[in-house]
């Protein structure tokens, strides 16, 4: 098992809790939370040992430009693919705005 830590800028807080996707061989469960503005912290814990750049890449791809509002993730990998891990953090955001009405 791995802990990753990483930062990206953001926009305001995000309003609410939200979660998809389930801890399963090949997928993950992504958790958000709101954070104070301008800043996401993602916080890994995968069962994949020396992917860091892989991660780093994949979400800087996602939360480079600073545009999706400031939470806290916590994401629990079992294995998942680039792919996956665009998918959940789309599917946790979307919830995010269908909790609020939006």
């Known amino acids: 098992m791995e ?14 809790r939200a ?3 389930v801890v399963a061989s090949g997928d993950l469960e992504v ?9 996401t912290v993602v916080n890994i814990t995968t069962s994949v040992d020396g992917m860091d750049r ?3 890449s994949v979400l ?6 600073g545009s999706l509002p400031a ?3 916590e994401i629990n990998d ?10 959940r953090i ?5 919830a995010l705005k269908s909790t609020r009405g939006a």
Not at 31 to 39: D, G
């Open 3 to 16: 802990t990753i830590l990483l930062e990206f800028p953001a926009g305001q807080p995000a309003q609410g």
């Open 19 to 21: 979660r998809a996707g």
């Open 31 to 39: 958790l958000l939370e709101s954070n104070t503005a301008e800043r």
């Open 54 to 56: 892989v991660w780093q």
């Open 60 to 65: 800087e791809r996602i939360f480079g430009d």
């Open 71 to 73: 939470a806290k993730l």
């Open 78 to 87: 079992s294995g998942a693919t680039p792919g996956v891990v665009r998918m």
């Open 90 to 94: 789309g599917q946790v955001f979307e």
